[in-house]
């Protein structure tokens, strides 16, 4: 295709915006972000108005005062980019396919799912709890999670680090097999010249000193789930008996950021409604604990649960993430790290040019393993006989697997072929799609107006950084999200 052919453009799929006084587009289609010169957004804004044929594209650029070679390869250029088409009708994305044999990346081993909390909106035990534990065990034995050791080594790529995410129930209740699988897994890798990494998530109330040094020796990720100050904090995450758990985690929480110096510690917050304060819980968990990263996610629920957030809790929650967002890119603008990874995460997305089939991993490159044995799409399906997607003696069952990824590919959700956002979104959580709508692949079309906000927010922030602070982008290069 070129220039000279005859043939009639009109705009491609894209999303538009301006940032530093720069105009750029967001390509839906490839993922890409393309920033328009003075030559390119002429051609943009003349097709706005109506389809038109080269010979009127390069007339209209020329009386603009662009030279014709200009015209020729800006023309060219938007073509490859698919900002302009010529008339060919694309199919809604480019990934066509279910990727049910790719490899496995991250197993997520819930060690237990027993917890010394009561959380009220826990979606493993509260009133949207899919699990089904009856019968089953309540702790991983070492058996279990050797096989499931030796089950990521089998289906992981030997040539990228294969991780292994403890999880719960609150997952220190079984630190002992936590220790037994870090000293497998390290050998395993070691021997067979393998890379390994390792990560947790844990409420902090049974931190002690000698499971921090394990933690910190051992260079293992730690994610924090932790409310905010003491009031936010202690509304929902309470013991049985109602006390709240604020004052015992604070100073663990303390001490482990104070000990851990081999990686970053992260708070993960639910939002709920009444606790929507959210510059004021980054404030407290950022400047007074000493959390180097936090990140909030709004409670997985039904709309009529009491702690749901309502729409206007939720505006609240998307006009204090914008003003955070605004702070972060002050930050990076100087050169400093912010450490609202709600912000990092989607740059990381939008830099990498993430196009998702799937809105994340689940059920084929991160599949969580239960204290039974049970496979599971990730480890919020764990203990689900209704998900399970086969045992880990046993291995996956691919009729299972390809059902899931069939019913939650972009492809399979009509309602997101016209929508923008579709590359980063995809249709979003198929925990929560099940929760809301009873299917897994379902879209979450009760937040889109919340995520196109939010990623036209962030693709503002990182067009902001790109035109004013490029070399900053690098810390994006290699950062997965959840
Ligand atoms: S769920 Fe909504 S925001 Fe997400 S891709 Fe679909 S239509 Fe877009
Ligand atoms: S986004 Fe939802 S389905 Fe995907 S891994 Fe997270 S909790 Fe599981």
Not at 171 to 188: C, D, H, I, S, W
């Amino acid at each position: 295709m070129t220039a000279a052919e005859p043939a009639v453009y009109r705009l491609g799929e894209f999303h538009p915006f301006e940032s530093a006084g720069h105009r750029f587009v967001y390509l839906v289609q490839s993922a890409g972000i393309f920033e328009l010169d003075e030559v390119s957004a002429s051609v943009i804004d003349r097709l706005a108005r109506g389809a038109a044929s080269s010979q009127e594209l390069l007339e209209h650029a020329t009386a603009a005062g662009f030279s014709s070679d200009d015209a020729v390869g800006t023309l060219e250029e938007l073509y490859s980019a698919h900002a302009i088409l010529n008339g060919e009708v694309r199919a809604p994305d480019g990934i066509q396919h279910v990727p049910s044999h790719v490899p496995l990346q991250t197993l997520v081993l819930n060690l237990t799912n027993q917890c010394n909390l009561s959380c009220q909106y826990c979606y493993e035990y509260g009133q949207d709890k899919l699990a089904t534990p009856e019968g089953k065990p309540k702790f991983m034995d070492w058996e279990t999670a050797k096989q499931s050791v030796d089950f990521l080594f089998e289906h992981a790529n030997r040539r990228s680090p294969a991780q292994i995410t403890f999880f719960g129930g609150e997952t220190l209740m079984n630190f002992p097999v936590l220790k037994q699988v870090v000293e497998y897994a390290r050998g395993k890798a070691n021997e067979e010249s393998r890379s390994i990494g390792f990560s947790l998530t844990t409420n902090a109330t049974l931190l002690t000193p000698a499971i921090i040094d394990f933690i910190a020796g051992n260079h293992i990720g730690v994610t924090v789930s932790m409310d905010g100050p003491k009031e936010a904090h202690d509304k929902l995450r309470v013991f049985a008996n109602g006390r709240g758990s604020y004052d015992i985690i604070a100073p663990k929480v303390r001490e482990l950021i104070a000990r851990h110096r081999t990686r970053p510690i992260a708070a993960r917050v639910t939002l709920t409604g009444g606790v929507t304060d959210v510059i004021g819980i980054f404030r407290h968990l950022k400047n007074d604990l000493g959390f180097h990263e936090v990140g909030f996610a709004p409670v997985t629920t039904s709309p009529d649960r009491l702690y749901a957030i309502n729409e206007a809790g939720m505006d609240a929650v998307l006009s204090q993430f914008h003003q955070l967002a605004d702070e972060y890119l002050q930050f990076a603008l100087r050169n400093e790290l912010h450490g609202f990874s709600n912000v990092s995460d989607t740059l990381a997305e939008l830099h990498q040019g993430i196009n998702k089939s799937h809105p994340c991993g689940a059920g084929f490159g991160l599949m969580g393993v239960g204290p039974s044995g049970d496979i599971a799409p990730c480890h919020r399906f764990v203990d689900s006989d209704q998900h399970a997607l086969g045992h880990i003696s046993t291995g996956i069952d691919r009729a299972k697997q390809a059902d899931f990824l069939n019913r939650g590919h972009i492809a399979s959700k009509y309602d997101c072929h016209t929508c923008w956002a579709r590359p980063v979104c995809a249709g979003g959580c198929h925990h929560e799609a099940f929760v809301r709508y009873g299917d897994t692949g379902h879209p979450n079309l009760h937040y889109c107006d919340w995520i196109r906000g939010w990623t036209g927010k962030c693709l503002h922030i990182y067009g902001a950084i790109a035109a004013q602070n490029p070399s900053y982008l690098r810390h994006f290069a290699e950062r997965r999200g959840e």
